[in-house]
């Protein structure tokens, strides 16, 4: 059916400006609400197929067809036996003072505390080590702790410049090292 356009021409003109606009906004607005309603309604059918899909595999988990996938329930164990022993402390503590002698970097006699950790049921060897040298040598130092002994923990770093004009740094390093307990 086709509409003359002398009869679109008078409708307008009997709408006016005002009439005209409206009809425009009304256009937009069922066009934009037709864009919107065309996006939640995909999103609708993705999420119906991820239910039947979910369905499925609870009917097949039911009648024994489809297996989970099974967690290693030894990665604990595993973990814990790759740390050092307890009994192997002193060696870890003198790669700590070997580092720090490569690196020419002066360590003060230390405070070290041993306890258990209750959550875990590890051995920690808390160590709390003044620290004197250059920022560099200190960055490569910390570097190497943690590359060469992976059961250490870096907790805190502390450093600070008598003058601002002096190289050497002094400072604290607070480290928790982690020993299985067999």
């Known amino acids: 059916m086709r509409v003359p356009s002398l009869i679109v021409h008078e409708r307008a003109r009997k709408l006016g ?3 005209l606009a409206g009809a425009g906004l009304l256009a937009l607005a069922l066009l934009y609400g037709a864009v919107v309603l065309l996006g939640q309604w995909q999103q609708v ?11 499925a595999q609870v009917v097949q988990l039911q009648q024994g067809t489809l297996k989970l996938p099974q967690v290693p329930r030894h990665e604990l164990e595993d973990f ?7 009994p192997q402390a002193t060696v870890a503590i003198d790669r700590i ?13 230390g405070e070290y505390a041993l306890g258990i950790d209750p959550k875990t049921q590890l051995a920690r060897y808390q160590i709390l080590l003044p620290v004197r040298g250059s920022y560099p040598q200190i960055r490569r130092y910390v570097h190497a702790l ?11 770093i502390d450093l600070q410049r008598k003058k601002i004009g002096d190289r050497e740094l002094t400072g604290r390093i607070r480290m928790t090292l982690y020993l299985s307990r067999s």
């Open 17 to 19: 400006v005002v009439g």
């Open 45 to 55: 059918q993705a999420l119906e197929q991820q239910r039947d899909q979910a369905r």
């Open 80 to 86: 814990h036996r790759q740390l050092p022993a307890q």
């Open 97 to 109: 003072y070997a580092l720090a002698k490569a690196e020419q970097i002066t360590l003060a006699r």
């Open 146 to 156: 943690l590359g060469q002994l992976p059961a250490l923990v870096l907790e805190d």
